[in-house]
């Protein structure tokens, strides 16, 4: 079936730093992949569209400028959170959508991301 | 819109015990619906799936029920057993018809807990 890789699975870093995280379809090609922000015990948050070879479609209230989605491929997306500050830790999952399985959707494993 | 929840409520059940959980959508014109379960520090993991010209569907040990009057889906997890604690969410998403998926907004979750 269709997996998807998300690396790095943890990740600290120091307040002002910027942190990148990969999502990588690796056996199908996605055109369109998303990301979520997760919070300890709350639900997933859609913080962004990704589309391959355009701009990402960021949710209201989410800062396009702090993180930044590239999507230059067919199989990778990735998130780059800028001047991370402890308040952005959190749980961050991508998902790609493959129109060939029956759902459409496989989620990476996540990244921990802690600012200290 | 997406969910923001505080504290996901949670439902403690005995092993061997049927387990039904359940969830309120927002968008009365999302088409297609997803469970999934999330295991602690893990992505989500895609349980069954159900379109809105249905009203039932069943899988391996698991029901989903679709009421679009009072949009609102349960998830009924049969012999549940320890394996299945985790957190669940439905998930909707809007003009899902034939292999055009648009992006995924997630319920509020629950968390299952079943003791041996």
């Known amino acids: 079936g269709a997996v998807v890789s998300q690396h790095p699975s943890r990740v600290i870093c120091k307040s002002g730093t910027s942190v990148k995280i990969e999502c990588r379809s690796l056996?199908?090609?996605?055109?369109?992949m998303f990301w979520y922000r997760q919070f300890p015990k709350q639900s997933l948050m859609l913080m962004a569209t990704s589309n391959e070879g355009s701009k990402a479609t960021y949710e209201q209230g989410v800062e396009k400028d702090k993180f930044l989605i590239n999507h230059a491929s067919l199989t990778l997306s990735t998130l780059t959170v800028t001047s991370a500050h402890p308040e952005d830790s959190s749980f961050y999952i991508c998902s790609a959508r493959d129109s060939w399985q029956g759902h459409g959707y496989t989620f990476g494993s996540g990244t921990r991301l802690t600012v200290v | 819109g997406e969910s923001v929840g505080l504290h996901l409520p949670t439902l403690s059940v005995q092993e061997g015990d049927n387990s039904i959980i359940n969830c309120a959508y927002s968008?009365?014109?999302?088409?297609?619906f997803i469970w999934y379960k999330q295991e602690s520090g893990k992505g989500p993991q895609f349980i069954i799936d159900i379109r809105s010209n249905m009203d039932k569907r069943q899988g391996q040990r698991v029901t989903v029920l679709l009421n679009k009057t009072v949009k609102h889906l349960s998830l009924q997890i049969a012999a549940t057993q320890p394996g299945d604690s985790a957190v669940y969410f439905c998930a909707e998403n809007l003009n899902a018809g034939g292999t055009s998926y648009g992006k995924l907004t997630f319920g509020q979750g629950t968390i299952l807990t079943v003791h041996p």
């Open positions: 056996d199908f090609q996605a055109t369109t």
């Open positions: 968008n009365s014109a999302s088409d297609y």
